[in-house]
C-alpha cells in the first residue's frame, strides 16, 4: 500500500492564507475602517475650503495638488500605522495573536501577511479620497501611474514601523504612543504641508521623516514638474524606515505581552 504525505505549505502559501485572513478581519471593523477613512475625507474637504494651505507661485501647484497626494499619504499611515499598531497590540494582550507564534509563520511573514491586507483595504480607501478629490475639481497630472510602487514601499514602511511600535510595548503604551505619533505626524510630519515649507533648519528634518517622504514623493508624482531627484530621495528615505521598523519586528516582535 502506497502512502504519500504532503508536504509543509510553502512560506508564500502561508503568507497569502494569513493576509487573506487579515484582510477580512479590517474589513470586519467597522469602526476601524471608518475612523481611518472619515478623518482623511474630512480633512481633504475642510482644508481645501480654506487658506490654510500654503501655494507654491514657483511651480504653480494649486492647493488640491498640494492637499491631495498629503491625503492619501495620511490614509497610508492611519491604516498601515495606527490601526495596525492599535489592533495588533490589543490581539497580543488577549492572546488572539500568540497561536501565530507555534505555526511555520515567521514574524517576516506577519510583516508581509499584513502588508498584502492593508494594501487591500487601502484600495478602498484611497478610491474614495479620489473621487472625493475629482469632485472637489482636482485632477492627476504628471506621471501618476508612479505613485502606485510608492505607495506599496509607504505601506510597507508604515506596516513594519506599527508591528514594530505593537511588538515591543504593551497594548495601552501602544494605544498612546500610535495616537501620539499620529498626530505628530499630521501637524508637523510633512503630510498636509510640504517639507519644504517648513523653516530651516526644520525643514530637512521633517524631510527625513517617513510621513514626508510619502507625501513629498506623491506630490512629486502627480506634479507636472516632477524631479526625479526628490522622487528618489523619497524612495530611499522610505526604504530605510521600512529596513529599520522590519529589523525591529523581525529582531524583538513579541507574540504576546
Same mark, same amino acid.
Request: proline fraction near 4%; charge should be neutral.
Given at each position: 500500500? #502506497? ?7 510553502? !512560506?508564500?502559501?502561508?503568507?497569502? %492564507?494569513?493576509?487573506? @485572513? ?6 470586519? #471593523? ?9 478623518? !482623511? ?13 500654503? $501655494? ?7 492647493? $488640491?495638488?498640494? $492637499?491631495?497626494?498629503?491625503? @492619501? ?13 492599535? %489592533? ?15 505555526? !511555520? ?39 501618476? @501611474? ?9 505601506? @510597507? ?21 500610535? #495616537? ?5 505626524? $499630521? ?6 504641508? !510640504? ?7 526644520? %525643514? ?6 517617513? %510621513? ?40 524583538w516582535f513579541k507574540w504576546t505581552s
Amino acid at each position: 500500500m #502506497n502512502t504519500s504525505f504532503q508536504g509543509a505549505a510553502k !512560506p508564500a502559501t502561508i503568507v497569502r %492564507s494569513q493576509a487573506g @485572513l487579515e484582510w477580512r478581519l479590517m474589513m470586519a #471593523n467597522g469602526e476601524q475602517i471608518l475612523l481611518t477613512l472619515i478623518i !482623511p475625507v474630512v480633512l481633504l474637504v475642510g482644508l481645501s475650503l480654506t487658506e490654510f494651505v500654503s $501655494l507654491d507661485a514657483d511651480t504653480r501647484i494649486g492647493r $488640491l495638488d498640494i $492637499l491631495v497626494p498629503g491625503v @492619501l499619504a495620511l490614509a497610508v499611515m492611519s491604516s498601515a500605522f495606527t490601526a495596525l499598531a492599535i %489592533s495588533t497590540g490589543f490581539d497580543r494582550r488577549s492572546e488572539a495573536i500568540k497561536f501565530l507564534g507555534t505555526t !511555520p509563520l515567521s514574524r517576516t511573514g506577519l510583516l508581509m501577511a499584513k502588508t498584502i491586507a492593508v494594501l487591500g483595504v487601502l484600495v478602498v480607501q484611497l478610491a474614495v479620497i479620489l473621487v472625493t478629490a475629482f469632485l472637489l475639481g482636482w485632477r492627476a497630472e504628471g506621471t501618476a @501611474l508612479l505613485s502606485i510602487p510608492l505607495i506599496v514601499l509607504g505601506t @510597507l514602511t508604515f506596516t513594519a514601523l506599527g508591528l514594530a511600535l505593537a511588538g515591543v510595548l504593551r497594548a495601552e503604551a501602544t494605544l498612546a504612543a500610535a #495616537n501620539a505619533v499620529y498626530v505628530l505626524l $499630521l501637524l508637523g510630519g510633512g503630510v498636509i504641508v !510640504p517639507s519644504s515649507d517648513f523653516p530651516e533648519p526644520w %525643514s530637512d528634518l521633517v524631510g527625513v521623516l517617513p %510621513s514626508a517622504a510619502l507625501a513629498d514623493g506623491l506630490r512629486q508624482t502627480m506634479s507636472t514638474s516632477l524631479d526625479a531627484a526628490t522622487l528618489l530621495g523619497c524612495g530611499v528615505v522610505l526604504l530605510v524606515w521600512a529596513i529599520i521598523g522590519s529589523f525591529i519586528v523581525r529582531k524583538w516582535f513579541k507574540w504576546t505581552s
